[in-house]
């Protein structure tokens, strides 16, 4: 049979290579879109735009100076780089051309348009010079080295035909505002987005902000998707810029903001505009006015899409990203030089991360009344390289200890492994994940054991509550018991971005978050990769043990072949052996999986099947048993099941709905058949959920419903469940409600009712008071029971973190024990080598935006430490300049990017260096000035780059330059090699051209 089944497979998978392609039904020939490739030279060289299918409808006056305000903001040097005369004079040069419009254009606007704008308020806003620095450039440092580009730009725009009907403007047509609080960002309600225009995706990471049924969208990070003229100032929190006409401005400060609207929604109801360190957030209605487009938001794939707009042509965007693909790699290797990237590693030995809960119990129980103590430990540190935990908790209830010895490996063919308490992999058919006592090891380039569902899985301390969002719905909701472990299953995966996130609460009020995704797509493997897992565990649950080898390889991106070889333990002491294969093919929208496994008599046969559509996603997932015995299937009682899954997002609101069910059939008790039905949704900063069960079997059917709620409500936190039994009677099944606010900055306040209907004692209230103390938290707790039944508790918890090497000891009532530390080491870099070496002063003063304490300073030794760092994803921290109060101090970086991980705090060094100076004069031959002439400095040992250009007396000067060895080059002729001190003045004098 083994060998029959085998044979099918390969036959199917030998159809399958000839369609590999079967599914790829969203592909599309981008080529055809764009028209023509652009190579580097002819972006470079020439630099004018080719604008093309313009009717005489249309107005390219907006598009150009739309283009050149991209084309001058891809061009803004982070190295702070004073304007010159030149290019003072290249801004004077464009809006001259724009002032000089013929009068037979103007007549044709008045005549098409009359009611679209003022053609002589635009010629005043033109020529005020301050007014088009500061709408036009949008920033006061520019990279000179791209002045030629803005020249020729302006210069060809204006000799181009003028003579163009006017821009027709949308219904609404006139100056709208909005009244808005300013409001910080939390960071629960983020989501990470797709954004597309049209059937373009212009990004794969639009950090998107939340709240109820609102989306609101990055305005810097927008704007720049689409080469729009909007410019953010992050330190004060504004916005200027303008779309269409320059005389369409929109602006944003003090609470109100003011813009054209271009659609015919003319007034917004006031509310919120958000902000963090990096963008604003706002209301993307607001969007939508403001640049009249049409945004739709598919909260089931967290995905954007933007209609196509006759303003923002698609042949146009594309050709222009097609133009900038040059300018933007440019543009990210100068970034990349002013970014410091951290790649963290674990310590021989780390620091020790710990966690302390203690308390006194005294109760009262069936009129005994009786004191205990309880306790718990957490401990967390680098080990040998590797990550190493270990919890334990004692109580009435007995003791827990878990523990185990980690590590994740980027360069090396085995990616991870893990020792002590594992979570297994899922084998369909074999055993699901499960958790146990064990070794696990992940290797090679991936792997794709089961794409039904995931485990999400992790410590925290005791008492806290995890809710599980999916693409911000929430998902289910666990109350972390004594062994401090939350472990999910079932989670939902699907075909697609899988953003998931898991907000955590605890009982003295703290609250924190952990975000990440999982992409499901034809890229999981490339073509060729091999992938292999191994397990060895002893399950929790009943100390039964199991042995597991899983290896795939995938033959195509599209599919996968795998074979797994797993040896378990029964429940009468037998071990049963059982070789499974697998195929899946995933390729567009859907995924195929078969699964067949056999040992002894019988043999199992699994399909799963997913896919999507424009509004929902689904999958099913069949099996079927014949006389097979594993832990899925134990004593081979299950002959059948099947899973049907169904996920969908309604266009109001932000309702999600999902449809479940599952049916198995059992040899000898007969049919289980189950119903789930969910509606999801957020209202402000609310989220609910209300799931309808229907269960039937041999004996009886079935109904309850749960209702869930979770999120802000004033200034309280509150969340609360209710399970309502709908069938064989309708009654009151379970009602808890918590809510918890804080009294003071620190005094936290909450309570907690709750009804158990099948419990003795039906009702309850538990009171709660914290006080917050710097280094430590003191609760008080006290729980009555409805049957006279009482419990009180006092607890005492602080948490600690201990640098041996440094002596640092430091105490928080915040845990260190999942989240990172790292320590910034700013120095005065003299001899310009990355390297703090002796004699070299420590720079004090320096203070970093990105994490919760921004207002903290490097001290006389120039460190600065920052605790409570999140570790799931790399964390962004910026220089905030106007601290660094020397002028010709520049840092070698002024972005840490740092992805942190508890138990070691993490050494940065951060250079800051005196720049150098360098002018010089260069003469033609005549002995005329070489004006316009360009000059480059670069870099002989990195990519750092300088650009200036002769000005008119011929003379250049390159300021802030960071010391190092470089190669001037003047024009195409003259080239030279030199070494910049730290501090250096060097005057090259005259140099003749040859």
Not at 890 to 912: D, K, M, R, T, W
Not at 917 to 932: D, F, H, R, Y
Request: hydrophobic share 35%.
């Amino acid at each position: 049979m083994l060998i029959a089944i085998f044979i099918v497979c390969v036959f199917v998978l030998i159809i399958s290579l000839y369609w590999e392609n079967l599914f790829d039904l969203n592909t599309k020939d981008k080529s055809a879109l764009i028209g023509a490739d652009f190579s580097v030279d002819e972006v470079i060289n020439d630099p004018h735009e080719n604008v093309t299918s313009q009717n005489d409808d249309n107005d390219i006056r907006p598009q150009k100076i739309h283009d050149l305000h991209g084309k001058i903001k891809e061009s803004t040097n982070t190295n702070g780089d004073k304007k010159s005369d030149a290019n003072q004079a290249s801004i004077k040069a464009f809006v001259s051309e724009l002032t000089q419009v013929s009068a037979s254009h103007k007549k044709v606007l008045k005549e098409k348009a009359p009611n679209s704008y003022d053609t002589e308020s635009i010629n005043t806003s033109l020529v005020t010079k301050g007014k088009i620095q500061g709408k036009i450039l949008g920033s006061p440092r520019q990279n000179i080295s791209q002045q030629q580009e803005l020249v020729a730009l302006s210069t060809g725009f204006a000799q181009e035909n003028t003579d163009v009907s006017a821009h027709q403007y949308s219904i609404c047509n006139r100056v709208s505002s909005y009244s808005y609080q300013r409001q910080p960002t939390s960071d629960e309600y983020f989501i990470i987005s797709q954004l597309k225009y049209g059937q373009e995706v212009l990004s794969d990471e639009l950090f998107a902000y939340q709240e109820g049924a609102v989306q609101y969208l990055p305005i810097q990070l927008f704007a720049e998707l689409l080469l729009l003229p909007v410019q953010v100032d992050e330190a004060t929190s504004s916005l200027n810029g303008w779309y269409l006409d320059p005389e369409r401005e929109i602006e944003l400060s003090n609470g109100l903001l003011s813009y054209w609207a271009n659609n015919g929604v003319c007034d917004i109801p006031n509310g919120q505009v958000f902000y963090d360190d990096w963008d604003l957030y706002l209301d993307v209605r607001l969007v939508e006015s403001m640049f009249g487009l049409t945004i739709s938001f598919d909260g089931l794939r967290q995905r954007f899409t933007i209609q196509v707009s006759d303003d923002i042509p698609l042949s146009l965007l594309l050709a222009r990203q097609e133009r900038f693909k040059a300018f933007e790699a440019e543009k990210k290797r100068r970034e990349l030089q002013h970014i410091l990237v951290v790649d963290s590693q674990n310590a021989l030995v780390g620091d020790l991360a710990g966690h302390v809960d203690l308390g006194l119990v005294s109760q009262k129980v069936l009129e005994t009344q009786k004191i205990s103590d309880e306790g718990f430990v957490q401990l967390r540190s680098d080990l040998g390289g590797h990550n190493a935990y270990v919890g334990y908790s004692w109580s009435d209830s007995g003791q827990y200890l878990n523990g185990y010895v980690e590590k994740y490996q980027k360069d090396s063919w085995i990616k991870h492994y893990r020792v002590g308490s594992v979570d297994s992999h899922s084998l369909p058919l074999v055993s699901e994940s499960m958790a146990g006592l064990g070794i696990k090891i992940s290797a090679g380039d991936g792997f794709t054991d089961d794409f039904r569902s995931i485990v999400i899985e992790g410590e925290i301390e005791p008492d806290w509550d995890v809710e599980l969002y999916r693409n911000n719905s929430l998902v289910s909701i666990q109350q972390v018991g004594a062994d401090a472990r939350y472990r999910f299953t079932d989670v939902p995966f699907y075909i697609g971005t899988n953003q998931y996130q898991l907000r955590f609460f605890g009982p003295n009020g703290e609250s924190r978050n952990e975000s990440f995704s999982k992409v499901l797509d034809n890229s999981v493997l490339e073509k060729g990769s091999v992938g292999v897992n191994f397990g060895a565990m002893v399950r929790e649950d009943d100390e039964l043990a199991q042995y597991y080898l899983h290896s795939n390889w995938a033959l195509t991106e599209n599919i996968t072949a795998g074979i797994s070889l797993v040896n378990q333990e029964n429940a009468k002491g037998d071990w049963q052996f059982t070789p499974k294969i697998n195929m899946n093919l995933l390729g567009g929208q859907n995924l195929l999986q078969l699964n067949f496994a056999h040992n002894g008599e019988g043999y199992a046969l699994g399909t799963v099947l997913q896919g999507s559509s424009e509004r929902f996603d689904w999958s099913a997932d069949w099996q079927l048993f014949d006389d097979f015995n594993s832990w899925e299937n134990s004593q081979s009682q299950l002959t059948q099941e099947v899973n049907v899954n169904l996920n969908a997002n309604l266009d109001i609101s932000s309702l999600s709905v999902s449809l479940s069910g599952n049916w198995k059939e059992y040899a000898h008790v007969g049919e289980y058949f189950q119903l789930n039905g969910r509606l999801a949704g957020q209202f402000k900063r609310l989220s609910y959920s209300n799931d309808i069960r229907w269960q039937s079997n041999r004996s009886q059917d079935t109904v309850n419903n749960r209702i869930a709620v979770s999120g802000k409500l004033s200034d309280w936190y509150l969340r609360s469940y209710l399970d309502i039994d709908i069938l064989p009677d309708i009654e009151l099944n379970q009602w808890v409600i918590n809510a918890n606010t804080s009294l003071s900055d620190d005094f936290n306040y909450q309570v907690e009712m709750s009804y158990q209907a099948k419990a003795e004692t039906a009702h309850s209230i538990r009171n709660s008071i914290s006080y917050l103390f710097d280094q430590s938290a003191v609760r008080l707790v006290v729980e009555n029971y409805s049957d006279g039944d009482w419990f009180a508790q006092l607890k005492w918890n602080s948490s600690f973190l201990w640098q041996p090497t440094a002596g640092k000891f430091m105490v928080d009532r915040a845990s260190y024990i999942n989240t990172g530390a790292i320590t910034i080491k700013a120095f005065q870099d003299d001899n310009a080598n990355g390297e703090q070496d002796e004699g070299e002063a420590p720079v004090k003063g320096l203070s970093f935006s990105g994490h919760s304490k921004p207002s903290l300073k490097t001290d006389h030794k120039g460190e600065l430490l920052i605790t409570h760092l999140q570790t799931t994803q790399a964390q962004r921290l910026r220089l905030n300049e106007n601290s660094l109060t020397d002028p010709f101090l520049v840092p070698l970086a002024n972005v840490i990017s740092v992805e942190p991980h508890p138990g070691h705090i993490e050494q940065i060094l951060f250079p800051i260096l005196y720049t150098a100076e360098m002018e010089g004069k260069v003469l033609n031959t005549s002995g005329s000035p070489a004006k316009g002439l360009s000059i480059v400095l670069k870099s002989s040992s990195s990519d750092r780059e300088y650009a200036v250009r002769v000005e008119f007396d011929g003379v250049f000067i390159f300021d802030r330059i960071v010391p190092g060895d470089y190669q001037l080059t003047i024009g195409d002729r003259l080239s030279y090699d030199m070494q910049l001190k730290p501090g250096a003045y060097l005057d090259l004098g005259e140099i003749t051209l040859n």
